[in-house]
Structures are given as structure tokens and as C-alpha cells.
């Protein structure tokens, strides 16, 4: 396995993401708009009685909320690890690393090892998330997966499937046969930390997430169709215009994040369930936890803050998110994460025809949509 331009690509990625609009159309605010939560005038509570604290893989974090894996594997990446596992370490909410293949390819340099062990030298009290790609996982023998586990600490291997992405990217790798579910069932007992299942921004289907279930996995990151479009970052870096042209008429391919979280949490009623994609206020954030979320994961929104303006851009990101996020849960009379996960929605008829031609009934969801909780 040797890929020479994978550095370069990690560099190229950020770039693209904080200079180029790769959203969704509008960030899917229609959908959030139609997803309603009812307001309370007499909330019943004090908002300094609002305590969002969380468990979340035998941590206490002060918020349900957590640092997408983004980046490591060239040395330019460090300075961004470094500021990224500054703010998850002093808001106490986990982070996840960028994919480790780097790791694994450029073994012996430790300026690469660096880039992704930094994150744990100073991330020291939060959970903190290896990643790799599912189509990787065919490349690797279990003592590379081992290898890129121990050499963070990690807490928990997020296993990301981004066939979207791979089949617009110029080098991309579109290997997604049932081989990797061989690989995944090896791994599963073998590497001593939980699997997330992850997407990149394109959603998990209820198909998706039943089919891992089955084989054990119980932690979800639904990275669904609201945020990073991983279809149009490609179409900037690819030069073939048939696959730009496809690129732009797959614009908003996906499922979008609100109905990714309904289809993983009726697949998976027990399981834990990260909602990323496009969570870019406390107000998207607290109305994923009360559709059925656990915890809410944010990636582009932080990297462009710390590139474009620095540490404390980032902190006034998280600042106003967390702040936001007790005020809503303040407004809706709640004053925990158990307590959200019981107040009501209301979904468009647009959303209740689309969950019925799923075969997902509302009121039996309603019943299961809290977890383990
Ligand atoms: C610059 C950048 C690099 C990323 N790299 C990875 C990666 O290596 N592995 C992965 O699983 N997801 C990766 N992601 C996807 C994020 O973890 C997240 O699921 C997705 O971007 C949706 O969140 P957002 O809308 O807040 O950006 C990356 C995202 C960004 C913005």
C-alpha cells in the first residue's frame, strides 16, 4: 500500500473546505425549519438548572458534543490537531483524529506520528477517536489496526464508509465489497476498543446501520447530507469533466442528517448515536438529541475558524454553541440530556410521508428514540 499523494491530499482537503462553498443547498435549514420543538413559556426550571453533561465512552463530558476526526498524517496538520485538542480539552468534549492510513505508510516518521499523537498529549481528560477507511481495513493486518489504536490511545476506532467521496475523487479507492465486512467481523473482538461505524457526510441508512448492527457494532455516526459535501470538495481537485459534471448533479446526494438519526436509531434502539453533519448551531444540536441523537459531532465549522482567525475563533464557536444549546434546552423546559430526549417534536408532512414510505411509525419511534437512556 503506497499512496505518495496522501499527505498532499489531507493539505489540499482543508484548504478546499475553508475556501470553497462544498455545503449542501442552504445546509438543509428547510428541514431543520420544518422540525419543530414546542416552545415553553413557563419552562419550569431555572436556566442555571440546565446541565448538559454526558457519558460518553467511561468519560463525563461537559456537553453532548465532539470534534469530528479531521486531520494528521503531514506536519503541517499538527498545528491543527494541537489547536483542535486545545478546545476539546478545555470545553471537556471528545475529538476524533483524521484518517490514520498515513500512519501506517509513513511508519517510521515521526513528524507524522506527531501530527496525530499530539492530540492525545494534551486532549488527556476526553475521549479521543482513531479513524480509518473501511476500504483500508483490506490493506491493513490486525497489528497495523493495533498500531494506529496504541499509538493515540484512542478510546474508540471510527471505521468510516465514504463511497461518494472515493467514486468522485480522482485517486479514489471504491473497493466497498463484502470482504470488509469479513475484515470488520475480525477486527471486532480483536481490538480491545469499541467500533463506530461512520460516514463522512453523506448519511447511514437504516440498511446501514441494521447491517453493522447485526455484526455487533453499537456506536453510530450518522455524518449525514446537511454539512461538508465530500462530492463537491472532490469536483474542486478533479480535473476529468464527465466525473465534475456528475459531481454537480450529485450535489445533494445523500441522506440529510435529521432523517439519518431517525433510520440509525430505529435500526439501532440500544446503540449510542453521533449526529454530525451540518450541526452548526445549538439549536440543530439540541433538536438532533431530542429526535434521538446522543451526541452531536462538529468538524468544518471549527478547522475554518482556527485557520482563517486562530484559537480563540474556535473557542467563541464552541462558546456560543454550548450556550445556545442550554438556552434551547432552557426554553423547552429541559434540564438534561434524559429530559430532551423526552420532550416532543413535531415533523412536516413531508418528513411523516418520507419515515412512512420507510416503514419507520412515528409513535412506535417515539417510544424507542431515547436510547439507553
Ligand atoms: C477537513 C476535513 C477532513 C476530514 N477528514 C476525515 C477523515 O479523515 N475521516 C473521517 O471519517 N471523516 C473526515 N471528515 C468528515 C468529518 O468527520 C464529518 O463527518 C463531516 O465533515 C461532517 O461534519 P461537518 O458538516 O461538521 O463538517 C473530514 C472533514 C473535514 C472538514
Redesign the pocket.
Given at each position: 500500500m503506497s499512496d505518495p499523494n496522501i499527505r498532499n491530499r489531507k493539505i489540499e482537503?482543508?484548504r478546499i473546505?475553508v475556501e470553497k462553498d462544498v455545503g449542501f443547498p442552504n445546509e438543509c435549514s428547510e428541514i431543520y425549519d420544518e422540525i419543530r420543538l414546542i416552545h415553553r413559556a413557563f419552562p419550569g426550571i431555572d436556566l442555571s438548572d440546565v446541565d448538559l453533561s454526558t457519558r460518553f465512552l467511561n468519560y463525563e463530558l461537559s456537553a453532548p458534543l465532539m470534534i469530528?476526526?479531521?486531520?494528521g498524517g503531514d506536519p503541517v496538520t499538527t498545528k491543527y490537531n494541537k489547536k483542535l485538542a486545545v478546545l476539546a480539552e478545555e470545553f471537556r468534549i471528545a475529538i476524533?483524529v483524521?484518517?490514520e492510513r498515513s500512519l501506517i505508510i509513513h511508519r517510521d516518521e515521526n513528524e507524522i506520528i506527531r501530527s496525530y499523537k499530539v492530540v492525545r498529549e494534551i486532549a488527556k481528560d476526553v475521549p479521543v477517536i482513531g479513524?480509518i477507511g473501511a476500504n483500508t481495513l483490506l490493506d491493513l493486518r490486525n497489528e497495523d489496526i493495533s498500531y494506529i489504536i496504541s499509538s493515540i490511545d484512542a478510546d474508540a476506532l471510527?471505521i468510516?464508509l465514504n463511497p461518494a467521496q472515493e467514486a468522485i475523487q480522482p485517486e479514489g479507492d471504491t473497493r466497498f465489497n463484502a470482504k470488509i465486512l469479513e475484515r470488520i467481523e475480525e477486527i471486532l473482538d480483536h481490538i480491545g476498543v469499541p467500533i463506530i461505524i461512520?460516514e463522512?457526510?453523506n448519511g447511514l441508512s437504516y440498511e446501514d446501520v441494521s447491517l453493522f448492527y447485526s455484526m455487533g457494532v453499537r456506536f453510530f455516526?450518522i455524518?449525514g447530507a446537511c454539512?461538508?459535501n465530500w462530492i463537491l470538495v472532490e469536483k474542486y481537485r478533479q480535473k476529468d469533466k464527465i466525473t465534475t459534471t456528475i459531481a454537480d448533479h450529485l450535489s445533494s446526494w445523500g441522506v440529510p442528517t435529521p432523517i439519518a438519526i431517525i433510520e440509525a436509531r430505529a435500526a439501532a434502539p440500544d446503540s449510542f448515536i453521533i449526529a454530525?453533519?451540518?450541526?452548526y448551531d445549538g439549536l440543530r444540536a439540541i433538536k438532533n438529541i431530542v429526535l434521538g441523537a446522543d451526541l452531536n459531532?462538529?468538524?468544518?465549522?471549527l478547522?475554518r475558524e482556527i485557520y482563517l482567525r486562530g484559537l480563540n475563533a474556535g473557542k467563541a464557536f464552541l462558546e456560543t454553541m454550548i450556550k445556545e444549546m442550554k438556552i434551547v434546552s432552557f426554553l423547552i423546559g429541559a434540564k438534561s440530556i434524559s429530559e430532551l430526549k423526552k420532550k416532543p417534536f413535531i415533523l412536516s408532512s413531508d418528513m411523516l410521508s418520507y419515515l412512512e414510505q420507510r416503514g419507520i411509525d412515528l409513535r412506535e419511534y417515539k417510544e424507542i428514540r431515547g436510547g439507553t437512556e
Open positions: 482537503h482543508i473546505v469530528s476526526g479531521m486531520t476524533g483524521g484518517s479513524n471510527a468510516h461512520k463522512v457526510g455516526d455524518a454539512g461538508t454530525s453533519g451540518g450541526v459531532g462538529v468538524a468544518r465549522p478547522i
